[in-house]
């Protein structure tokens, strides 16, 4: 059944004001509250059912409010095989003027209404296991803490982590390791039944809520039956698998916030239990391996608790040194180690896989960022990021790129992805294949650290590479050494017969600089000009520097 009609408020947003007109008459002898807007995003917030013209202005409300609302295309005549086009935006109905009779418009938003909360219910639970997702966790973790205060019970919440399972993606593959995900689900819901709800999210992180519970020593005594599970084996494919879990816990309100305040404090009760149980980590794989799953579970978390941001450092013209980009450079705020770079975590990302999330991440943070930096007014700066060879793997990179651009509204032109040598060369057909739909997206591509891998340029001709980046351990020993200085003429030289741009890594001195100048160098980077700072410093800098000395250029 319908729900009743003050409830469900309906959004105009069309560009026909006789259209509104006639819709507004329907909708209100329907008994629907109206909304007409224009630019009104308190009406579109209100809204659940959104009525609107493909050719008004809804982009920015689609990509603000997504799936969150019943969105209806409204056609002013038969549109044909459009319909699918629609249905492919995620429009659940498309209405046609001859459809605008009471009874018709009604069951027209009834449908939609259906089709939106049957996504949102599908949303709410995990589709591997089918035990709840985050956002379904969330909701009924937020009940159990609202009913604490009616029934004076605790609740409690667990956060449980398989140990070393990207052993068993790399060993088996990662269809095997769905399995086991969802044997350890259906052993955690058989054991535990209606005295908890049990969510994974993503991964081998699983998350349990406990209701109603006297005291601490019942969670606690909970908690040791969930270990108890892990006692035996669990069979997948004719293996037989030992598996050990680390467990955190936290008690409301012994432990106050939110349901999202408590959950990210399971999970660092989880990794304090980690540390602490180190010891019975596989002992024959040493301790730095034990390092690298803390550090790769400290990942995990760091990922979810946004703990990263974005450094920028400038490229300018060798020549002018007008501003022409900026790379950006991952930094981590590590909470006990403080900031972090690169070198201190990248290796453990692609060794657990988790450079494929974080590098989206990257992507997604420079389309926001590039926001920011074009409202300073530089319009034409482009923003260059690394892609890593785990990326490329990823069969869904070529789907992926496009709605993160699409969703910001990133000018792709303005983007720029540097790769290695090592990433284009370890499985050509694949880089190929992907490197191509960037390019066609009208991205830049360049090659990163050129000089210390083990092929020439000849070899690497079939990607659409236009840009090349020296190595940052040339450029600082020309001036000092004759076979530097010839290594890097050669390189610049063999870029430009093959139409390529060429930037200099790591410029620290004048006399670097000059080498460069001489030698036809196209770009510079360096800490001559700007170590990597976060945006909003890097936009000072520019500011007080590089666009003082264009204006005196000019």
Known sequence: MLTRPETVPVCLCLDNEDTIALLSRALSSAGFPVHCIAQDEDAMAQAQVVIFQPSARTAHYLNEFGTRKAWIAFSESQIGSDVEAYRAQGMREVLYQDELAPLRLRRTIGRALYAQRSLQQLSRFDSLTGLYSNRGFLEVTDQALFNVASN????????????????????????????????????????????????????????????????????????????????????????????????????????????????????????????????????????????????????????????????????????????????????????????????????????????????????????????????????????????????????????????????????????????????????????????????????TLSLDDFGTGYSSLTHIRQFPISLLKIDRSFTQRVTLDREADSIVRSIINLAHDLNLKVVAEGVENPAQLEFLVSNGCDQVQGFLFSHPRPLWETLQLIDHTLRHFNDQQA
């Open 152 to 443: 004076g019970r605790l609740v409690a919440l667990l956060a449980l982590d398989i140990r070393q399972f990207n052993d068993l993606n790399a060993q088996f593959g990662f269809s095997f390791a769905d399995l086991v995900l969802t044997h350890v689900a259906e052993r955690l819901r058989r054991a535990l039944g209606p005295l908890a709800k049990i969510a994974r999210l993503g991964g081998d992180e699983f998350l349990i809520l406990l209701e109603n519970l006297a005291n601490r020593e019942a969670a606690e005594r909970l908690v040791r039956r969930i270990l108890s599970l892990f006692e035996e084996p669990i069979e997948v494919e004719q293996h037989h698998l030992g598996l050990s879990v680390d467990i955190g816990v936290v008690c409301y309100p012994q432990t106050l916030g939110s349901a999202e305040d408590l959950m990210r404090k399971a999970h660092t009760a989880m990794h304090q239990a980690k540390k602490q149980q180190c010891t019975v980590f596989r002992h024959e794989q040493g301790q730095a391996n034990t390092a690298r799953g803390n550090l790769e579970q400290e990942l995990r978390q760091g990922l979810r608790r946004n703990e990263f941001e974005l450094y920028y450092q400038p490229r300018v013209c060798i020549h002018t040194h007008r501003l022409l980009g900026m790379e950006a450079l991952i930094r981590w705020h590590h909470p006990e180690r403080g900031t972090l770079s690169p070198g201190e975590f990248i290796q453990v990302a692609e060794h657990s896989g988790l450079i494929v999330p974080l590098g989206y991440w990257i992507i997604d943070q420079v389309c926001s960022d590039l926001q920011v930096i074009q409202s300073h007014g530089l319009d034409d700066v482009t923003v260059a990021s690394n892609l890593s060879f785990r990326q490329l793997q990823d069969e869904q990179f070529c789907h992926v790129m496009p709605r993160l651009l699409k969703r910001s509204g990133t000018d792709a032109t303005l983007l720029e992805f540097e790769l290695t040598e090592t990433t284009v060369l370890t499985d050509p057909r694949r880089a190929l294949e992907a490197l191509q739909a960037v390019h066609e997206l009208g991205a």
